[in-house]
Each structure stands twice: as C-alpha cells, then as structure tokens.
C-alpha cells in the first residue's frame, strides 16, 4: 500500500469513527494566536483536511461528523494565522467557525442559528473532558501526548465516571498503548453528561504542531 492510500485509509477509519462528534485534542497555547505558520494544506474532503489542520496549527476543532460528510475543503497554503487558515479551509463549504475556547474552535453552518449554536453546559463540558484527557495522559510518563496520534472513545455513565474507552488503532507503541489505557483507567470526570452530549465521546490526540508545547507541567504521576 502506498503512503498516499494508507493516509487515505486512516481518514476514513477515523471519519467511520466519528459518527457522532469530535474533539481533537492538541496543544495549548494561547501565545501563539497570532503567530503566522506555515501552512501547506491541500484542497480534500474537509474531515481530512480538519485533521491536519489539527496537526499543523495545534488547534482544536470541534464538530459533528454529519457537517463534513461531501464536503472539501478549499486549499490552504503559505504563512497565516491558526485564525485565517481555518476561515480559508472552510471557504466554500458552508461552514464557518466560532471560538470556543483559546486554542478551540467549533463548526457549525451558515447562516448560524440558535439551534446551531452549541448549548454552554455542551460547550463547558467538553472543556472539562479535554481537561480531564490532558491531566490522565500527562500523568502517564508512557502516556505523555505530543509525539503521537491517536484515536479514543469513551462512554460517560450518569455519575461522571468513564464507564469504558475504546483506542481505535495504536499510538504506535505497545508501551505507549499501555500507557495510554493506564491513563483512561485512571480519568476522572466526576460530572455526569449534560443532555446534548453524544456517546461515546470520541477524542482525537494529535502530535504537537510546530512551535507549541503540550501543557503537560512538571513529572508524571506514574513514572
């Protein structure tokens, strides 16, 4: 297989993946809002493009999957803001992006409406699960993320645990997948889903971009 199908053939078993929505999770850096990067990204269907657009700025792009099916993304290349390259990904696709946090950014379709809007308890809630990701695997000295990807799901029960997780494919690593599984074991959410949440969640952890550090501080937990 060629590396061009294989990168075709992950694509598409992280956009079978994604049926519901998706948090890539990358590296935050609120420094870097307006730091022009390289961009090199050629025009494909957008669930493609979203994902290295994820590796490239280090951002993170929430979305439900059923806005990128037939949709491409339009070309993006040459040195730009995370901020303009997005709007310049999504041209044409019927899309725009709203802020969601310092380093996230949500989809959702034009003209925006309330009901597109994604709802506070929603929003917040996704932050804690990111939090909650970022603080497990910083926490694994085998799990610490920002040299590989990766593909998770899990399942919140109505008391805020991680009820089971799924990694779809491998970081790679069998060491690192083990650590990895340590790390969701260990999650703590402690707030039940609020109504709108989709399960299983799924998370996609993507290798740090060029000049961000992952907000991983200090040792892990477990070395």
Request: net charge positive; charged share 15%.
């Amino acid at each position: 297989m060629t590396p061009d199908a294989r990168a075709q053939a992950r694509s598409a078993r992280l956009c079978r993946a994604l049926m519901f929505g998706a948090i890539v999770l990358a590296a935050p850096n609120a420094s870097a809002e307006g730091k022009q990067i390289d961009f090199d990204i050629a025009a494909q269907p957008l669930a493609a493009a979203l994902e290295q657009y994820g590796d490239v700025a280090g951002r993170s792009v929430l979305y439900n999957s059923n806005l990128t099916a037939g949709r491409h993304s339009s070309a993006v290349r040459g040195p730009m803001t995370a901020g303009v390259a997005l709007a310049r990904l999504l041209a044409g696709t019927g899309l725009s992006a709203r802020v969601l946090g310092e380093t996230s950014f949500v989809l959702y379709p034009i003209p925006a409406t309330t009901q597109a809007a994604l709802p506070a308890p929603v929003n917040h809630y996704y932050a804690r699960l990111q939090t909650g990701l970022r603080a497990a695997l910083c926490g694994e000295a085998d799990a610490r993320p920002g040299g590989y990807r990766i593909a998770l799901q899990f399942w919140i029960d109505p008391a805020g645990n991680v009820e089971r997780f799924e990694r779809l494919g491998s970081a790679g690593s069998a060491t690192v997948d083990a650590g990895i599984d340590r790390a969701l074991r260990r999650m703590q959410v402690h707030v039940a889903p609020p109504v709108g949440i989709a399960q299983p969640v799924t998370l996609v952890v993507v290798p740090q971009g060029s000049g961000v550090t992952m907000a991983c501080n200090g040792s892990p937990v477990r070395p």
